[in-house]
């Protein structure tokens, strides 16, 4: 991912984001008056509406500008990972005030970038990075993936239930590390033996689309662990995680899913094969940073932005379809763990925790 410096190829790096395509027109939700403050976003390569991270950090910069209508935002989609750097060097010849990087993909692209231009303000989601103008927000989402194991293991008919990432990098097994935890978590309270297939904490293997796009490879993947056994599956792969909720809904409810970072009753079209989403308050993190960076206020990059139970950084969402369907007995218990865990008498740990 790493090639030449970036000011030994400055008339390159010009070019190439020419080549890559400047955000089409109407990706600029603003005009250009000279005192408007730029907020410019690179998406990683899911692009803008995978109905996951990339789209919740475009509502958080659109939001923003909801609020003060002096903040102009645009966003270029990355289409490989080659392009990171280029469309990063892009928004820094355009001399945008604010470049937001999405993903935890994006952490060394910005890193170097963000070196060689020491005075340009950087965000990054799901990542941190030692750069201190790089501004990070990141999201300990195993303390809702595990509120959403729980679940899993209380809703499941079969006592077997699956998740799948779709790379093995810490912002995704994060998400399945407190899933499993959460599951064990039911087995202890409920002297019962649910499984979990698609990932094992111990040993921190499992099974990956190695893609966030495709939504054939989700469904690949998910129709492996329903052969195994698995009545509710957690994708965590972005837009290639719709192959999952998609066969789910057409399978009648043979098995359902929990999706992720955004409420899939809201971003996708299947909520009916959708109990709970593990919510990543991606939009309310940047709309602050924005808001504050364009309001003149020092970012502090240590600690940054950490998404919690407690602060509401991370969340389920509500039941929708299911809401009738989830026994009261276990609504009342996923509260009683959201308390526990914000209130820290329940503790919740993963290897890929933010640091």
Not at 116 to 129: E, H, L, R, S, T
Request: charged share 20%.
């Amino acid at each position: 991912m790493r090639i030449a410096s970036v000011v030994a190829t400055g008339g390159l790096v010009l070019g190439a984001a020419v080549a890559c395509g400047e955000a089409p027109e109407e990706n600029n939700s603003a005009g250009s008056g000279e005192t408007k403050y730029t907020a410019c976003m690179v998406t990683d390569v899911g692009g803008i509406d995978d109905k996951s991270f990339n789209a919740s950090a475009w509502k958080g910069l659109e939001d923003a500008k909801a609020e003060n209508d002096n903040i102009e935002v645009k966003y270029t989609a990355s289409k490989a990972e080659a392009d990171y750097e280029v469309n990063l060097t892009g928004y820094v010849n355009q001399k945008c005030d604010f470049i937001l990087a999405v993903g935890g993909l994006m952490g060394d692209a910005t890193s170097k970038i963000a070196k060689a231009n020491p005075n340009q303000q950087f965000g990054i989601v799901d990542a941190k990075v030692p750069e201190t103008n790089v501004y990070p927000m990141q999201f300990d989402t195993a303390q809702a993936g595990f509120l959403a194991g729980y679940l899993a293991a209380g809703m499941s008919q079969s006592g077997t239930v699956g998740t799948y990432g779709g790379l093995k990098i810490p912002p995704v097994t994060i998400f399945m590390d407190g899933y499993a935890d959460g599951v064990a978590h039911y087995n202890t309270a409920k002297s019962k033996s649910v499984k979990v297939v698609g990932w094992n904490k111990e040993t921190q293997n499992g099974s990956f689309t190695n893609d966030f796009v495709k939504q054939d490879e989700g469904k690949k993947v998910s129709d492996a662990l329903v052969a195994q056994g698995a009545d509710i599956i957690m994708p965590v792969a972005g837009g290639a995680g719709l192959g999952t909720t998609g066969a789910a809904q057409a399978s009648g409810g043979k098995y359902n899913t929990i999706w992720v970072d955004v409420d899939g009753c809201e971003s996708t079209p299947n909520c009916p094969a959708i109990i709970t989403t593990v919510v990543k308050n991606i939009p309310g993190a940047v709309k602050e940073a924005v808001l504050k960076a364009a309001g003149g206020e020092q970012l502090e990059v240590n600690p940054g932005y950490l998404g919690t139970l407690a602060n509401e950084g991370v969340s389920i969402a509500p039941y929708h379809d299911f809401d009738s369907k989830v026994p009261a007995e276990l609504k009342s218990e996923v509260d009683k763990l959201k308390a526990d865990i914000s209130a820290g008498t329940v503790k919740v740990t993963s290897a890929a925790q933010p640091k």
